[in-house]
């Protein structure tokens, strides 16, 4: 099993930054890729931004130029820094893992952390 976890949500007024964390444990996994999902109230969960193993990374349209997605040199905390914050931005934000335990790959995800943009 991995445990993530998450932190940084929290009120922002537009045209702010929050920076969101979220640190994986557990034993014998190896990480494929972490991603940041967020889901609004009443859409559906969505991929915000997501880093490979080998460091490439991907975001969604909505996101492109305002956040980055990072990591800590161990590969095992992957970071959101979201800037010029929107109130479209305002989600449920959750990290997820994609990781190999053993010769199985598994999918694991974070308890979720609120980010409210607004005035």
């Known amino acids: 099993q991995v445990q993530l976890v998450e932190s940084g949500g929290g009120l922002v007024q537009p045209g702010g930054s929050l920076r969101l964390s979220c640190a994986a444990s557990?034993?014998?996994?190896?990480?494929?890729?972490m991603n940041w999902y967020r889901q609004a109230p009443g859409k559906e969960r969505e991929l915000v931004a997501g880093i490979r193993s080998d460091g490439t990374t991907n975001y969604a349209d909505s996101v492109k130029g305002r956040f980055t997605i990072s990591r800590d040199n161990a590969r095992t905390t992957v970071y959101l820094q979201m800037n010029s914050l929107k109130p479209e931005d305002t989600a449920v934000y959750y990290c997820n893992t994609d990781v190999w335990i053993e010769y199985s790959r598994s999918s694991f995800w974070g308890q979720g952390t609120q980010v409210t943009v607004s005035s």
């Open positions: 557990g034993r014998s996994f190896r990480i494929v890729r």
